[in-house]
């Protein structure tokens, strides 16, 4: 085997090697995306996103089992600040939001607070959450989101986490904030192009490897046969 037959074994080798890691990516993403549609099944299977909605508009001021919940905007604050109290006390401030003053009810805010109310079909209780982003997205810094969560016995509950550390039901309870759609396991599913883009890839590590594989091949036989 001369010095270029053996170069071209080697990009062969390459290229088949380039195709393999390829298709790994592309079936680590395929199993994400399977037990993402598994999980959101057995979500969906489980509870139930109760619409607030009154005419069309969720009210920015909601009492559940006895808590107040309150979004407004601090006008004379310079950015304005979007103000969440919950019985009357301030829980945060929200800053660096955009906020259109002509659309109503808790549209202006979609961007940074969401109200969803979830019932448990298994056992039948209900559970108000109150969802923020707490940082703009388009910050440097990885977003970070907190809710709040009242149950039937008027306790509320915070947690703060991101994208990386929420668990499976703040998946559920951020989705909407900023028109995103985030998965447990992979937003992958819920991204425009996520399947042709998932396609592509194993074509294009398939591609790869019959590539590696035809030059390697063909070199291997044209080598055995110089030789015989």
Known sequence: MNKRQKLWLRISGSFFIIGLVIMVIAAYFLIQSVRENFYQKAFDKRYDFIS???????????????????????????????????????????????????EEGMKPYSDAILYKLMTDKQTGKEEFIVSLQTTPANESEPTKYRTYTINENGIVKKSDFTTDTKSK????????????????????????????????????????????????????????????
Request: hydrophobic share 40%; proline share 4%; charged share 25%.
């Open 52 to 102: 607030l909605e009154e005419d069309g508009i969720i009210d920015t001021v909601q009492v559940f089992h006895g808590v107040k919940m309150s979004t407004f905007v601090q006008k004379e604050s310079d950015p304005p600040t979007i103000i969440l109290e919950i019985n009357e006390e301030v829980e945060a401030k929200l800053k660096g939001f955009k906020v259109n003053p002509d």
């Open 169 to 228: 039901l703040e998946t559920q309870w951020i989705r909407g904030i900023s028109e995103e759609t985030h998965g447990y396991y992979t937003n992958l599913p819920y991204q425009d192009g996520g399947a042709s883009s998932l396609l592509f890839l194993s074509l294009l590590g398939a591609l790869f490897m019959a590539s590696g594989f035809w030059v390697g091949r063909s070199i291997i036989i044209k080598d055995k046969g110089a030789a015989a």
